[in-house]
């Protein structure tokens, strides 16, 4: 050996000694604080799995969540009984701070259609006990009953309707985005600047931190397994594609926000996704199947949605490039996927999990049509491509779950909104939010001035909750569940109205 490659090698020796140390996992951490503060969760089951999700943040509210960058090991472990005296499943996986400590466990292994508990444990902290189930087998029409939410603006309310939803019977709840919101914490201040809003991965993880540590949102993720996709506020306010809502940021810059948003999004989701190169293109679109009962498809109308033509507001159309055939809302690939899938399926049910309504509301009185550009009303050649299909490979056993505009919808979908009364083809539920817009209202006087120019529209209602559905055979019902104020705690749960779907038969009727 020369003595100058020997050097050489005494050099990389010394950084041998330096750079191990980052990775070397804590297996035997000790917390001065429980680093289990954001609760558990489960989602995405499949027959024989479920992804079970914690991340370790012993002040949450931190930069670094108390956890030091510590690379630290948590055992994890599954059980048929609470008390955990028939354990199924077990491991140990390591919680690493370029993942913001979560941890994402796809547990193998489980019997189709049952109920399990699980729990983490790293050091001397155990986690609370979450509960989850399998998917039924392939082929079983096993009835189901799941829970839809979304939009829950932190500052706007509490999370009641959360209280209420984790008591609920639910095999399943269905998160239909706007999780966290980017504005400003601060109340009341005029947002004009995209400076005021949360930008980078530390500010996003903070975010989803102060979220989870709600205790009804705790419960309601602990009580069983979900599938969630994302909306807009989870980034940005009304972006598409990759293009951000003041339309100040250049592409790089927008994509790196998509990046963080996205990363973050996924650290604190209990989700089953393909590795991708880059998180600004992390593809969340998905299926889980309810046996051969039910089929959602789990879409994303933001990442590859066209701009909204003529700005994002309501706009009085025809304008601009509204009705150029070559927009999109979910962008070519999804569309594909999902037309060719509704035509593979052998489900019994598709449902749809998005984000922005698909019925047509005319919010203007007289000859003038006014929509919004943010929703599939501002994309018609897409809803009509799109409705169409369902028309001929799934007509009336399809139903549209969406969030997004914190208010209840019942649209009756047809192919054509310009002809009035034309026949349904699918259900659209509009499920409100469980705290965006505050207290709210039963009714809106707009809404009852345009009624008769929405003859689709069976049901509209401004307070906060959720949805509660039950699918048996060939009969779908969604229940609105709301509650009459978020200003303080303990509001009462009151079904304001309920809806029947019959496979097969055109239309929705209220029970
Ligand atoms: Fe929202």
């Known amino acids: 050996m020369q003595r100058r490659d020997f050097l050489e090698l005494t050099r990389y020796a010394a950084l041998a000694v330096v750079i191990p140390n980052n990775w070397r996992v804590r297996h035997r951490p000790s917390f001065a604080d429980d680093p289990f503060t954001l609760g558990v969760a489960s989602g995405d089951p499949t027959p024989n799995g479920v992804m079970l999700w914690t991340r370790l943040a012993p002040r949450p509210l931190e930069p670094g969540y108390g956890m030091a960058g510590a690379r630290t090991a948590v055992d994890w472990e599954v ?38 508990f699980y729990r983490f444990a790293s050091g001397d902290a155990v986690s609370p006990v979450g509960r989850t189930r399998t998917s039924p087998a392939e082929g079983t029409t096993r009835p189901l009953a799941f829970g839809v939410a979304g939009c829950q603006h932190y500052e706007q309310g509490l999370f009641t309707a959360f209280q209420h939803l984790s008591r609920e019977p639910h095999d399943l709840v269905i998160h239909t985005g706007d999780y966290i919101y980017e504005y400003s914490a601060i109340e009341g201040r005029v ?13 996003y993880r903070i975010r989803y931190a102060q979220y989870k540590s709600d205790p009804h949102l705790q419960a309601a993720h602990a009580a069983c397994p979900w599938v969630l996709t994302w909306d807009d506020h989870e980034v940005d306010n009304n972006y598409a594609g990759d293009i951000g809502e003041n339309g100040m940021e250049s592409v790089e810059q927008m994509r790196a926000r998509r990046a963080m948003g996205y990363q973050a999004w996924w650290e604190n989701q209990p989700v089953r996704l393909p ?7 992390l593809q969340i679109t998905r299926t889980v199947n309810w046996g051969a009962l039910a089929r959602f498809w789990v879409l994303d109308t933001r990442q590859y949605r066209s701009d909204q033509a003529c700005g994002d507001g309501n706009r009085v159309v025809p304008c601009g490039e509204w009705s150029d055939p070559a927009r999109t809302l979910l962008g070519a690939a999804q569309e594909r996927w999902l037309v060719d899938g509704l035509g593979a399926s052998r489900s019994g049910w598709q449902v ?43 007509a009336n056993r399809t139903v549209v779950l969406t969030g997004d505009i914190h208010s209840s919808w019942v649209n009756e979908l047809q192919v054509g909104f310009d002809t009035p009364g034309g026949p349904p083809v699918a259900a659209e539920f509009v499920g409100t939010s469980i705290a965006s817009g ?28 959720y949805l509660s559905c039950r699918v048996e055979g060939d009969r779908w ?24 779907v019959e496979r097969g038969r055109p239309g929705i009727t209220r029970i």
């Open 79 to 116: 059980a048929e009984d609470e008390g955990f005296g028939r354990i199924v499943q077990r491991g140990r996986a390591t919680a690493a701070p370029e993942l913001g400590h979560s941890l994402h466990i796809d547990v193998p292994g489980l019997t189709p259609d049952r109920w399990y």
């Open 438 to 465: 505050g207290d709210g209202a039963d009714e809106s006087a707009n809404v009852e001035r345009v009624r008769a120019e929405n003859p689709h529209l069976k049901w509209q209602n401004n307070r906060r909750g």
């Open 352 to 394: 749809l999990a998005q984000q922005v309504m698909m019925g047509r509301y005319d919010s203007a009185v007289g000859p003038d049509t006014q929509v919004s550009m943010d929703q599939w009303s501002g994309y018609p050649v897409a809803r009509d491509r799109l409705l169409k299909a369902i028309a001929e490979r799934a």
């Open 191 to 203: 947002r004009r600047h995209a400076t005021d809003e949360i930008q980078q991965l530390e500010d």
């Open 477 to 500: 019902e969604t229940d609105y569940r709301t509650v009459p104020f978020v200003s303080r705690p303990d509001a009462p749960v009151v079904t304001a109205s309920r809806w029947r």
């Open 275 to 281: 590795r991708v190169q880059s998180w600004a293109d």
